[in-house]
């Protein structure tokens, strides 16, 4: 990562940068540099992690070779809006990934509320967390991107993927700072959106790459879960959907089942 700073276009994002050979999670680390005083915009990266993590505790492989960041903002929305920071960070990657891979922009989709899929195989996930310092609202984004591996532990060898081996053998893979520097390129231009419109101005961007029209198994409020035919993601980031007894569903921020 060592050229990143002299690929970056941001204004403010990762210009403050701490980069590590080694880590236990670059959202551990980010949290704790935000209690030392790290300001909005500092990115944290490194070449592998042993404790990464993704949503609800899960595990995230992370050897050397792809990319794990985390950045610190401040997001300047009410806390009740804060949960759609991980579909802005979709689409940011989205965006990032398209332009850097052109021939994989039809195959490229998002997986409410935090997965980006190739063929609907796992490429990158998000995980954003959040601290408050008195009023102050710190949120720290962690993403991983598999970018040049090509195999995978047993458990994932059969929904995950990498940029490596979704283009074709004549096309060359992207470095991972490059990558990185166009994802937050992306990411500034979303964040900044997010403050003044919330997800209400991502919403029909995010909706033309979403994963839509199918079948999934949300909480049904109950204890129990319930198959719902998915046909929106709302203004506020909640995924909509109606069962076969034509209830119609609302989902926020719970676990979500293929």
Same mark, same amino acid.
């Not at 002299?6 to 590590?20: D, I, M, S």
């Given at each position: ?30 949290? @704790?540099?935000?209690? !030392?005083?790290? #300001? *909005?915009? /500092? +990115? &944290? $990266? =490194?070449?592998?992690q042993h404790e990464g993590r993704g949503r609800l505790g ?17 997001? @300047?929305?009410?806390? !009740?809006?804060? #949960? *759609?920071? /991980? +579909? &802005? $960070? =979709? ?6 990934i398209t332009e850097m891979c052109p021939t994989l922009k ?144 609302r989902v926020r921020s719970a676990d979500i089942e293929s």
């Amino acid at each position: 990562m060592h050229d990143l700073p002299e690929l970056l276009q941001t204004k403010w994002l990762g210009r403050v940068h701490e980069h590590h050979a080694e880590l236990g999670s670059t959202n551990d680390r980010a949290l @704790a540099w935000v209690k !030392e005083g790290a #300001g *909005a915009g /500092a +990115l &944290v $990266t =490194a070449d592998c992690q042993h404790e990464g993590r993704g949503r609800l505790g899960r595990t995230w492989s992370s050897p050397l070779g792809d990319i794990y960041a985390s950045v610190v903002v401040q997001p @300047a929305v009410p806390a !009740e809006r804060v #949960g *759609a920071l /991980a +579909l &802005v $960070t =979709a689409l940011a990657l989205h965006d990032g990934i398209t332009e850097m891979c052109p021939t994989l922009k039809d195959r490229v989709r998002i997986k409410w509320p935090n997965d980006m899929l190739i063929a609907r195989r796992k490429v990158a996930g998000i995980l954003c967390e959040t601290k408050y310092q008195g009023s102050r609202m710190d949120a720290v984004i962690g993403f991983g991107l598999n970018v040049a591996r090509t195999t995978f532990p047993a458990s994932l060898a059969n929904s995950a993927t990498s940029l490596a081996l979704e283009l074709a053998s004549t096309t060359p893979v992207p470095t991972r700072a490059r990558v990185l520097a166009c994802v937050l390129e992306h990411l500034e231009r979303e964040l900044e959106c997010f403050d003044r419109d919330g997800f209400s101005g991502a919403r029909a961007r995010y909706l033309a790459v979403a994963l839509l029209g199918e079948s999934r198994s949300v909480p049904d409020g109950r204890g129990g879960r319930v198959d719902v035919l998915v046909d929106t993601v709302a203004e506020d980031g909640a995924l909509e959907g109606v069962t076969r007894s034509g209830q119609r569903i609302r989902v926020r921020s719970a676990d979500i089942e293929s």
